[in-house]
């Protein structure tokens, strides 16, 4: 006896939906306590920046007026204007419907929850199983660098696209204006998020992607289909950036510049690679006892990095060398990637001290940003090292 279309229909929805289900569960369960607890995520730059800024944000939608100035520090200082507020990123006037305290909270989560989603659309368009979809959005969402984005609400934005944008690249292949207009949606949002680093590295996804893994025949096209969902992702945010390109000669890195001691102050030790097999080497750096830490060298000076561990789990460091040579769609791209943004943040810390006071090419600070790369990287070869492990499991006969 044959079972019923629609009920057919419906077991595989619930199938595909169960592991996005769980996945929203377990991230609900880590983060219960701030989130149905009279408590909130807090450290760091928070308490001396980012909640001064995005309360201020918040404020203003709730009286239902555009974020444009703070006039509290220093005499006032732009908001919208700022891209690093981001504050035309359109989660930030929806969560001004609730208390202040509640949407400090539910920002980041809700970023962990869309990042797992990202990543098990994408390993799971790539054909991979659901066990590696899973593995590869507990590593991403999980990791060091991503729980240290609770740090910064300014570029947790761009860590979350990266997987769907890669997402939208692979599925939307070949192009068609529809798919263009879906990708353009997700520029459109990284560009309000506001963070330049995020932004060059949600591009470069695109180009690597189209590069690496479409077929040769559809490349031409598929770039062009890139450029055009950029270009109207652009036109989503102009208000942002026009406002922005206004307010940034008038900055103080626009006027004076920068030096490479400023620029490169939060960049990667080699000596930090060991945080990929240990997550806190050189003390507890989780702690605000200074006295805890034994590697400032390693450090600059400093008492921790930019983020508190590159810890991505034993696995995701394995799956490197257990995916190294093989050419399962995505692999290639995660390799290069990964690569990229290993050498961008760890050359930097190598460079002599002597050099520090010379000017910096570009007014941009801080190459460890660029570890959201690498975790991503490091995700999707992890989920893609499960199943490669499954393959080479030997079989009782």
Wanted: with cysteine; glycine share 8%; charged share 15%.
């Amino acid at each position: 006896m044959s079972s019923h279309p629609t009920s057919a229909r419906g077991n595989d929805r619930l199938a595909r939906a169960a592991p996005y289900a769980l996945f929203a569960l377990l991230v609900l369960a880590v983060y219960a306590d701030p989130l149905f607890r009279r408590r909130n995520f807090a450290g760091r730059d928070p308490l001396g920046y980012h909640l001064p800024v995005e309360n201020a944000i918040h404020e203003a939608y709730a009286r239902g007026v555009l974020p444009v100035w703070f006039p509290e520090i220093s005499g006032g200082r732009p908001l919208l204007a700022n891209p690093n507020a981001g504050a035309l990123y359109p989660l930030r006037p929806a969560l001004s419907q609730v208390p202040f305290p509640l949407a400090a909270r539910i920002f980041p989560v809700l970023h962990w929850l869309l990042a797992g989603a990202g990543m098990l659309l994408l390993l799971r368009s790539l054909g991979a199983s659901r066990a590696a979809a899973w593995v590869a959005a507990v590593t991403f969402v999980f990791c060091g660098v991503s729980v240290a984005e609770v740090f910064y609400p300014n570029i947790h934005p761009g860590m979350t696209m990266l997987p769907w944008i890669a997402w939208a690249v692979h599925r939307y292949t070949p192009v068609t204006a529809r798919r263009v207009l879906g990708l353009s949606v997700l520029f459109g949002l990284l560009l309000l998020a506001g963070d330049v680093f995020t932004i060059g590295l949600g591009l470069l996804v695109a180009l690597l992607w189209t590069a690496l893994e479409v077929e040769k025949p559809l490349q031409v096209r598929a770039l062009a289909g890139v450029a055009a969902a950029f270009a109207l992702g652009f036109l989503l945010a102009a208000p942002q950036w026009i406002a922005a390109a206004l307010w940034i000669p008038e900055t103080n890195r626009a006027v004076l510049g920068m030096k490479l001691d400023e620029a490169f102050f939060f960049s990667i030790s080699p000596l930090r690679a060991l945080e990929l097999l240990v997550p806190y080497p050189f003390g507890e750096t989780w702690r605000i006892d200074k006295s805890s830490i034994w590697g400032w060298p390693v450090f600059h000076g400093k008492a921790m990095g930019m983020f508190t561990s590159l810890y991505a789990g034993g696995f995701a460091a394995a799956a490197v060398l257990l995916t190294w040579r093989q050419r399962t769609r995505g692999a290639r791209f995660a390799r290069v990637l990964l690569l990229f943004a290993a050498a961008v943040s760890v050359l930097p810390s190598l460079t002599p001290k002597s050099w520090g006071s010379i000017s910096a090419p570009l007014p941009l600070r801080y190459p460890e940003k660029l570890a959201v790369a690498a975790m991503f990287a490091f995700a999707v070869l992890a989920g893609l090292g499960v199943d490669a492990l499954r393959s080479r499991r030997p079989r009782l006969r």
